[in-house]
């Protein structure tokens, strides 16, 4: 058996982590052969409700789950930890962007990404889900400088599986026919959902350029774009609550894929340290096709960019470099 992996869940008294938490302890994340400790931190006033997760984590009678450590103190929660996934933050309401959470999100990313320079094992694997989850990845990110900052994505993998549900929706296939979408950008309605290098294997077993099976550019620019950049928010409309079981899914299979690495012919989105590649300004933390292997992201590169494809991808290049302002601005109050 492998040496027991500490993974670290923040905010797993609210509804995401309801969902997400026995994906990750059942093994369906890590492996069927890998331990867990969870550490699952939360505010003070959430630790009643907390203590209850706890419970049922028990109740489901998990063999690879070796201890649930609960707390309100990230001194505690970020100690030695192996992984962490920082979900916890104030989601967003109707009528709102995500970026309107940035003033009172982002001094929780602060707080946090010092807590893991402090505390966390260096070769720490960080994961934000909490929005606007680029800009709080940056923080994170800049506050633990001694962890590199390959360690450190940002979950747009939501966004790709949306684009790869309308997609499936569309041609008459499953998702799983579905390949080498990209979410260029920030995880927000600026967001890029880009179809022109994308593959689709139709029912007749013949693979087509998702354009060709799609037949309909209209739809890809006028429907398809707009359903997947808004889509957080027809969430919040009809439940008035946002997403947290296809958040929850997302999370998993990004932190299975960037454990496990990509399948070769496949890619998938994530919210990573820009180096430059595709003219995307350096440090920026912006969401781009990659491949994993060995626990580590690349950047895929070569893709040809339009200046169709090059305004949209300059647009919400555009917003991260506001949000980055804005947010150090915060942290140095
Ligand atoms: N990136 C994505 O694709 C994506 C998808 C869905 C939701 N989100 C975001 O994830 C976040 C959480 O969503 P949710 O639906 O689970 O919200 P929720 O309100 O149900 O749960 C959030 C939890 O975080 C806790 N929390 C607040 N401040 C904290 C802190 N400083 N330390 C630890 N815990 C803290 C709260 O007490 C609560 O239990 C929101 O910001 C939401 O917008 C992102
Ligand atoms: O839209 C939100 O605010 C929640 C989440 O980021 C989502 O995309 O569903």
């Not at 549900?165 to 967001?191: C, D, E």
């Amino acid at each position: 058996m492998a040496e027991t992996l500490r993974v670290l869940v923040t905010g797993a008294a609210g509804q995401i982590g309801y969902s997400l938490l026995y994906s990750i302890a059942n093994g369906d994340v890590f492996g069927k052969d890998q331990p867990i400790i969870l550490h699952l931190l939360d505010i003070t006033p959430a630790l009643g409700a907390l203590g209850g997760v706890k419970l049922e984590l028990e109740d489901c009678s998990l063999p690879l789950l070796r201890d649930v450590v609960c707390t309100d103190q990230e001194a505690v929660a970020f100690k030695d930890i192996d992984i962490a996934v920082l979900v916890g933050a104030m989601p967003r309401k109707e009528g709102m962007e995500r970026k309107d959470l940035l003033a009172a999100n982002v001094r929780i990313f602060k707080s946090q990404g010092t807590a893991l320079e402090t505390h966390a094992k260096k070769t720490v694997k960080v994961l934000v889900v909490g929005n606007p989850a680029n800009t709080n990845c940056l923080i994170a990110s800049k506050y633990a400088p001694s962890i590199p900052a390959e360690n450190f994505s940002c979950l747009t993998r939501l966004d790709h599986n949306r684009a790869k549900g309308q997609v499936a929706l569309k041609t008459g296939v499953t998702a799983a026919q579905v390949r080498k979408v990209t979410i260029w950008g920030n995880h927000s309605s600026t967001q890029f959902p880009d179809l022109r290098h994308a593959e689709v294997t139709l029912a007749t077993g013949e693979t087509k350029s998702a354009y060709d099976a799609i037949q309909d550019e209209n739809w890809i620019k006028n429907t398809f774009i707009p359903v997947v950049q808004k889509r957080g928010a027809a969430i919040i409309a009809a439940r008035k609550l946002s997403s947290a079981m296809s958040a929850a899914k997302a999370i998993c299979d990004h932190l299975r894929d960037w454990w496990f690495g990509t399948p070769e012919n496949d890619w998938v989105s994530m919210g990573v340290i820009s180096d430059g590649s595709y003219g995307v300004e350096k440090g920026l933390l912006y969401s781009f096709p990659v491949k994993c292997s060995n626990k580590t992201w690349t950047i895929v590169q070569g893709l040809e960019i339009n200046d169709w494809a090059r305004d949209l991808m300059n647009k919400t290049a555009q917003e991260l470099v506001e949000e980055r302002n804005d947010a150090l601005e915060a942290c140095n109050k």
